[in-house]
Every structure is written in C-alpha cells, then in structure tokens.
C-alpha cells in the first residue's frame, strides 16, 4: 500500500473546504488547520470552527483520511495586522494580509511537524481573487520552502459544489468572510 502526501490545508471554514476536501482526498492525507483570527465575534469564530470540525469527523466516519486541528484564535493579531487597512474596500489590502497571515500559518505549521506542502481553501469561493491567493502563496512558498500546491478550487463549478455538500452535510454558510470590516461595510449596504 502506497502511503499518500499529507497536505496540510488551511480552511476557512466548513462549507468552503467541502469540495477542497473532496477534490484532494484521492491524492492526499489532509490536516485540515483552522486558523482565523479575523473571524468576529468570537461567537461566529466558535460556530465555524464546529461546523469544521462537525464536517470532519463525518468525513472520517465515511473512512476518509482526513483530520483537523485548530491554531490558536489571535484576533489581537489580526486587528494588529490589519491597522491601517480598516476602511479598505472587499478584496483590498486588507484581505491579502489576512490571506498571508492564515497561509502562513499553515505553512509554518506543516514546516515545524515535517509535512513538505500547504494550501487554502479560499480560492474556492467567487468572492476570493485566485491570482492575489496564489502570488501570496507562492510568496509564502519562498519564504518558507513549503510546497504551496495552489489549486484553483473554485474551477470546475468547486464554488457549486461546496454549495451542493454544505446542503447534504447541513452546514451553517455565513453570510461574510468573517472579519468586522467586511461585516460593518455589508451591514451599511443593507440598511
């Protein structure tokens, strides 16, 4: 028996990694590393991560080789990260620091355990420039010597797909990427 690559993939939350899962499930051994600080309040932080971690343990009762860990929640380091970059518009400055910030984790983490390639879940949603994550990733690759992977997700109707799994794994899918800004400025549009 061929023992599979483990790719440790940093997950955004529960919904987004569904098809990210399902499409790298033939090729690898997945860590799923939850890390995001930037999610607000914690109250929403703590729903995702058990909807991550619902998803989980479903996919390894079906005898997938899949698993989960959770880095610690530092939003102290997000809104540190983040100074300046407030009033930044969905997609700006602001998210591809936070997008450094979460990838770097896992790759930091995969380089301190011995596993050799990361990658992220955020490029599955359409709301995610793929270009921006990958130059991020790719960054990341060379500050780190961890393989960054990069895939695309969202290609191949992924975005569809993480739809049609959330609704037969009854997962909660949030209304906003999960930082404050994002959800201050979604509020505003909405009154």
Not at 1 to 30: F, N, Q, W
Not at 90 to 114: D, S, T, W
Request: with cysteine.
């Amino acid at each position: 028996m061929i023992m599979k690559e483990t790719l440790i993939l940093h997950s955004c939350c529960g919904p987004c990694s569904t098809a990210v899962i399902e499409r790298l499930l033939e090729d690898y051994r997945i860590l799923v590393l939850y890390y995001n600080p930037n999610i607000h309040p914690e109250e929403e932080y703590l729903h995702r991560k058990e909807e991550q971690k619902r998803l989980i343990e479903v996919l390894k009762s079906k005898g997938n080789d899949v698993d989960f860990i959770e880095a610690d929640y530092d939003p102290d380091n997000y809104f540190k990260l983040a100074e300046g970059l407030e009033t930044e518009p969905e997609g700006g400055k602001r998210c591809l620091v936070c997008f450094k910030m979460r990838m770097l984790k896992a790759a930091l983490f995969a380089k301190e355990h011995g596993y050799k390639i990361f990658d992220t879940t955020l490029s599955v949603s359409p709301h995610k420039n793929y270009d921006n994550i990958k130059l991020v990733g790719e960054e990341i690759e060379q500050e780190t010597g961890i393989k960054y992977l990069g895939g695309n997700y969202k290609k191949q109707d992924g975005y569809k797909r993480s739809i049609e799994l959330s609704k037969e794994y009854n997962l909660y899918r949030q209304n906003y990427c999960g930082c404050i800004f994002a959800k201050e400025a979604q509020d505003k549009l909405a009154k």
